[in-house]
């Protein structure tokens, strides 16, 4: 079955960079785009990114576009996401999702907490 | 990027209840409408996509309509595990840009 497992929970200062992972499994890695989305509490979910794992081109939100950065590594069948210059406004839950326009899988999700 | 209201924000309803939630785009988005449910502490589920299209394993009391600007989605017999947020989206352009939610509660 298809499944994307997203790294662990991170506490990070600001100024800081994190990085979450999201390896999947039960498809063909290469075959549809992963994105990621995050979620502030209480918020609605935010698109950030993309990435299509066989070309390894991206597009990103322009709101994240110099922050933000998405990488595959199609042997690991892993997609990454890598922010920076965190802020505490980034405190969020960070999710990976599959699909070409809607998304049918999802991982986890990872909870971000920017805080000094 | 395009802008997606849903109303209403909050909804109180019975089991058993038929409810209509609305999302509108602000330009138009075509058929590229996604509706996701949401329950805390989990990620969002595909419901429907473009559209009118239910997702594999959804039951069929969830249903969705709607193109160009205004779409809905209508569960016809409310159970107690449909108790949560739902979200639009809009697929049509590179934002993805989602709606506000729509709290379902129980009354």
């Known amino acids: 079955q298809v499944q994307l497992v997203q790294s662990g929970a991170e506490v990070k200062k600001p100024g800081a960079s994190v990085k979450i992972s999201c390896k999947t499994s039960?498809?063909?890695?290469?075959?549809?785009?992963l994105h990621w989305v995050r979620q502030a509490p209480g918020q609605r979910p935010e698109w950030m990114g993309w990435?299509?794992?066989?070309?390894?081109?991206?597009k990103y939100s322009q709101k994240f576009q110099a922050t933000f950065t998405i990488t595959g590594d199609t042997s690991a069948k892993t997609a990454y996401m890598e922010l920076s210059s965190l802020r505490s406004e980034d405190t969020a839950v960070y999710f990976c999702a599959r699909g070409s326009r809607e998304f049918d899988y999802w991982g986890q999700g990872t909870l971000v907490t920017v805080s000094s | 990027d395009i802008q997606m209201t849903q109303s209403p924000s909050t909804l109180s309803a019975f089991v058993g209840d038929r409810v209509t939630i609305t999302c509108r785009a602000s330009?138009?988005?075509?058929?590229?409408l996604a509706w996701y449910q949401q329950k805390p502490g989990a990620a969002p589920k595909l419901l429907i996509y473009?559209?009118?299209n239910l997702e594999n394993g959804v039951p069929s009391r969830f249903s969705g309509s709607g193109s160009g600007t205004e779409f809905t989605l209508t569960i016809s017999s409310l159970q107690p595990d449909d108790f949560a947020t739902y979200y639009c989206?809009?697929?049509?352009?590179?934002?993805?840009?989602f709606g506000q939610g729509t709290k379902l509660e129980i009354k």
């Open positions: 473009k559209a009118s």
């Open positions: 990435i299509n794992p066989g070309t390894g081109n991206t």
């Open positions: 989206q809009e697929q049509n352009s590179d934002s993805f840009s």
């Open positions: 330009q138009s988005v075509s058929s590229w």
């Open positions: 039960g498809y063909a890695f290469t075959s549809f785009a």
